[in-house]
């Protein structure tokens, strides 16, 4: 014989039914929820990267003056809207770097020179101009490194000629550095009236 169901019976298990329908919506809503926003954000971040395009990086590190080549470049996608201007988009015939290149860099064109370039004048950075300075005695730079050119004062205190230049080549008699156009005319005049003095500008140490 079946069990005999009150009305109370009744009105509580329609209420556990409407319990579960109504936890089974809400759960619904919330996991409905989160991939909506989960795709919104993939929706952003994309927007953010755009397009990409195919640009040349060092695979290695490339120092001044070393020969680019398929072992030390290659091809990579990389976001449009990341990728600078002057960013090759190939391997040049023949061309050289001017300035250190870290692994996985960008390579652009100020930052290369064409291999038939004399050797210094192929260390010279796009955009600058080289400048012979004799100096005599242990200089304390190297090639690569960020300097500041001081005229020395002896009866006058000392002053600053050139706030950055890059230290292209070194000799036993002086050093050649890359200075902007604008500062060669302040770095000539220092060379006529005193002797001009190196100092190392803080964290610009070139890696070797």
Known sequence: MAPHLTLTDLRFALQRKRTRWLGAAVLGVITFLLIFTLLQQVRRGSANLGDTVQVLV????????????????????????????TALVQLPNEARSN?????????????????????????????????????????????????????????TRSSLVVASATVVAISETGLIVAVPPSGVRDLLEGLILNDLVPVLLPGTRAMN
């Open 58 to 85: 060092a695979t290695e590190r490339i120092d001044p003056g070393q020969s680019l080549n398929a072992a030390t470049t290659r091809l990579e996608a990389r976001p449009r809207s990341q990728t600078p201007q």
């Open 99 to 155: 300035s250190i290149l870290s692994a996985g860099e960008i390579i652009t064109a100020p930052r290369i020179t064409a291999a038939e370039s004399g050797a210094v004048a192929a260390l010279i950075p796009g955009g600058s101009m080289g400048v012979a300075i004799p100096i005599g005695g242990e200089l304390g730079v190297e090639p690569g490194d960020q300097v500041a050119l001081y005229r020395a004062g002896f009866e």
